[in-house]
């Protein structure tokens, strides 16, 4: 019988800023918190209730906005006006700004365009994340990129992988891309595993580009890693490329570190908002523990934002701490930490059939610009008179810094000399502009595919639109082709 579930908890002895939280989850799935902060003599100052009546990204950033207001939080990103917006324009071609089937909840996010001939007629593809719905991977086509219509469903009810989680917060079906090989189209596609909880890359196959799909009966490569992409050499020498999906590891890490070591908080932080978000979570993180992945980070962000907004900063913060410590519980946590806060992309060869990964990988490219903070992730590499263009995306996926880089070499394995600021960041028409994917257009010209949200709806499981623009390659840049319509 379902049963309402009440838990406290206490700010350990030590924390900088002192609160009670009790946390109520109730049957009907809403979240009651009741929130009592103490001053130094532990006389209760302030005490606030509040209620999410649901999990989503909004409910929890409305959340943090109120503990703003009302205890000096830090204030989400989400919540304040885009910096960004008024410094940056792009001639994009809005795509597909709907969604084409009833069972789409979430639009074309990690959109992954592929062009095929059918009965001598050129189609373009595009599959795209769907998270949690219970329809995976919408497909949708088009032929001249003005008209679309819906293609079906990659892996719908009964035709998942075995391996793979499914239901509502627990299921995260991201970033396909088909491309062909040969006579036949291989998808890559990252899934949670139904056991392990970890984020995996799948393979499945199909003679036909619309499916239907056979799934490998177990991932092709595990240990939380995303956003898989294929570069195809020829038909016969074949590469992953994917990202160690590290975001998801260096804030938990970074909470139960504070956890045990509560005085390092001030040390840490430098602003009292960003010292009281810390020691408001790091109270709360026995339940946090506990929650799903995807719902952990939306209690997590506002402090993520914390960190990356100076985040050599706070590396260098983090440095300093562990030089100067003798405490075992400091020097064996903080080196896993500042290892986590970097993302790397890596590339491997795979065998003939495209199901098994062969030889050494190479890393290929890591988070180390200012503007990508804590990571880098979705890559596609495309080729143009000998040299090689990676576009990828890097820091937050669910606010206005999030952006697209591009980096260039004379080998598609590197190494790759990236432009210092991004290609794409936020506009005040589109924001988080990410994920991209090249082909050729119908006239001829290169053209780069993206997602990007509508102002204001940034965040996890948000609609996210189909934009488009044509490149210009030059030898040691890349351009938008302002020309172009």
Not at 128 to 157: K, M
Not at 243 to 261: C, G, I, T
Not at 317 to 336: C, G, H, T, W
């Amino acid at each position: 019988m379902n049963t309402t579930i009440v838990n406290e908890y206490y700010s350990p002895d030590g924390t900088p800023f002192s609160f009670k939280i009790s946390m109520k989850d109730t049957p009907a799935g809403e979240l009651q918190v009741q929130v009592t902060e103490f001053n130094q003599d532990d006389l209760a100052t302030n005490k606030r209730s509040y209620e999410l009546k649901d999990r989503l990204h909004s409910s929890y950033l409305t959340f943090f906005e109120q503990l703003a207001d009302d205890f000096g939080l830090r204030l989400p990103r989400n919540k304040t006006e885009p910096v960004s917006a008024a410094s940056a324009s792009y001639n994009y071609r809005v795509l597909l700004d709907k969604n084409l089937d009833d069972r789409m909840y979430y639009g074309y996010g990690d959109p992954a365009a592929i062009r095929v001939e059918e009965a001598k007629e050129t189609w373009y593809y595009i599959a795209s994340t769907s998270n949690d719905a219970s329809f995976s991977f919408p497909l949708v086509r088009s032929r001249d990129l003005q008209t679309w219509e819906f293609a079906g469903y990659i892996f719908p009810p009964g035709n998942k992988p075995a391996w793979a989680a499914e239901g509502e917060f627990n299921a995260d079906y991201w970033a396909p891309e088909i491309h062909q090989v040969g006579q036949e189209f291989r998808l890559y596609f990252v899934a949670r595993d139904k056991t392990t909880r970890e984020l995996c890359i799948g393979m499945a196959r199909s003679r036909d580009v619309a499916g239907p799909y056979r799934s490998e009966t177990s991932p092709i490569l595990r240990g939380n890693v995303i956003d898989p992409h294929l570069f195809i050499k020829d038909e016969s020498e074949t590469y992953l490329l994917w990202k160690e999906d590290n975001n998801e590891r260096w804030p938990n890490e970074l909470v139960d570190f504070l956890y045990s070591n509560p005085s390092l908080v001030t040390t840490l932080f430098e602003r009292v908002e960003d010292q009281k978000t810390a020691c408001f979570l790091l109270t709360i993180w026995p339940w946090m523990q506990h929650l799903p992945p995807m719902e952990r980070f939306q209690a997590e962000q506002v402090l993520i934002e914390a960190v990356i907004e100076r985040f050599s900063g706070f590396q260098a913060r983090l440095q300093q701490v562990l030089e100067k410590s003798q405490e075992e519980s400091v020097m064996s946590k903080i080196p896993a930490i500042l290892n986590f806060m970097k993302t790397p992309m890596y590339a491997q060869r795979l065998n003939q059939e495209g199901n098994q990964l062969i030889g050494e990988k190479k890393k290929i490219i890591e988070n180390d610009l200012d503007w990508e903070a804590h990571l880098v992730e979705g890559l596609w590499i495309t080729e143009h008179n000998k040299r090689y263009y990676l576009f990828y995306a890097g820091n937050d996926f669910s606010t206005d810094k999030y952006g697209i880089g591009v980096a260039i070499a004379d080998h598609f394995l590197g190494p790759y000399r990236k432009s210092r600021q991004p290609f794409l960041q936020s506009s005040a028409s589109w924001v988080a502009p990410g994920h991209p994917s090249v082909t050729t257009g119908p006239d001829g010209r290169p053209l780069l595919f993206l997602h990007a949200y509508f102002p204001g709806t940034a965040g996890y499981k948000q609609f996210r639109a189909l934009l488009a623009l044509n490149l210009i390659f030059k030898e040691d840049t890349v351009l938008i082709d302002t020309a172009a319509p």
